[in-house]
């Protein structure tokens, strides 16, 4: 696909209208549409002085939307480092609330009943970027657990 040979703002103003973009992640796109390099910088420099791109804004539209679904402050931050953007007050979130939240909604109140579903839970939780204290918190919730008189 290669772009008209104009100024690439217009595809830029279409892709912001649906949803927002980091500025690399933006400038990738229209990249790959086909325009110039140097169209595209300046373009991304208009449209963040009128304010139609803006990388805190973004950051936390991303934040709010991956915390929806569930995910932890590792997935979140590589998140953002994928896009280009820095992740500094976006973070600033109780990730444990959030940990527990996602735990209980998908293994519901009862505690892990031993070392195999511990492991399978503190899996989950690790993939969905939780950190290995706050996994501990979470299904540990202060007390010992000993699996192995069972």
């Excluded at 994928?82 to 444990?96: D, H, K």
Aim: hydrophobic share 40%; glycine share 10%.
């Amino acid at each position: 696909m290669t772009a008209e040979r104009g100024d690439p703002t217009a595809l830029a103003l279409r892709l912001l209208a649906r949803r927002e973009y980091g500025r690399q992640e933006l400038r990738d796109k229209l990249l790959r549409a086909g325009y110039d390099a140097g169209d595209v910088a300046l373009a991304l420099e208009a449209l963040v002085a009128a304010g139609y791109q803006d990388n805190a804004r973004y950051a936390e539209m991303l934040t709010r939307t991956r915390v929806r679904q569930g995910h932890g402050p590792l997935r979140l931050r590589q998140d953002l480092q994928r896009a280009g953007v820095e992740a500094t007050a976006a973070l600033e979130i109780n990730w444990l609330q959030q940990a527990q939240a996602v735990c209980q909604k998908r293994f519901g109140d009862t505690p892990p009943t031993d070392a195999r579903d511990y492991a399978r839970r503190a899996r989950f939780l690790a993939g969905r970027g939780f950190t290995g204290e706050t996994i501990r918190r979470v299904l540990g919730a202060g007390k010992e657990r000993d699996f192995s008189a069972d």
